[in-house]
């Protein structure tokens, strides 16, 4: 029995890691930690997100994959990451379509550290004059 050729990608987002297997099938199909990805993204606008590099594709893809880290939001981001690197290695003349919409660059932005005699990162104490 032949499997099935799949890409593995990972994508990033904050401290959320997501490990991507991507296959190409006759119907779509996206699952998520074993879950759907309806199951996993409760609202509208995260599975948007985490699938947003799909519509800019033809084919369509069988998705598995494995979200660890970080938070809800943050791990659709690094699905959407993730998914778009594996269309870039599946065909490469979709990276530019997808390079112009900003899914191929890993948000850097994440959590500042605290610092010493602060609160917070920046956050200080409230000054008082007397």
């Given at each position: ?108 932005r994440a ?15 409230q000054w008082?004059?007397?």
């Amino acid at each position: 029995m032949a499997t099935a050729k799949y890409l593995e990608t990972i994508g990033r987002r904050k401290t959320a890691s997501a490990r991507v297997r991507l296959t190409e099938t006759a119907k779509q199909n996206v699952s998520v930690n074993g879950k759907t990805l309806e199951e996993y993204f409760r609202t509208a606008e995260l599975v948007r997100i985490s699938v947003a590099p799909l519509a800019h594709h033809e084919k369509k893809f069988t998705i598995t994959a494995v979200l660890r880290g970080g938070g809800i939001a943050g791990q659709a981001v690094a699905l959407s990451h993730g998914i778009a690197r594996a269309i870039v290695e599946f065909d490469a003349t979709s990276r530019t379509p997808l390079k112009k919409l900003g899914l191929l660059k890993r948000d850097p932005r994440a959590k500042e550290r605290k610092k010493p005699g602060l609160k917070k990162a920046r956050k200080a104490a409230q000054w008082s004059k007397r």
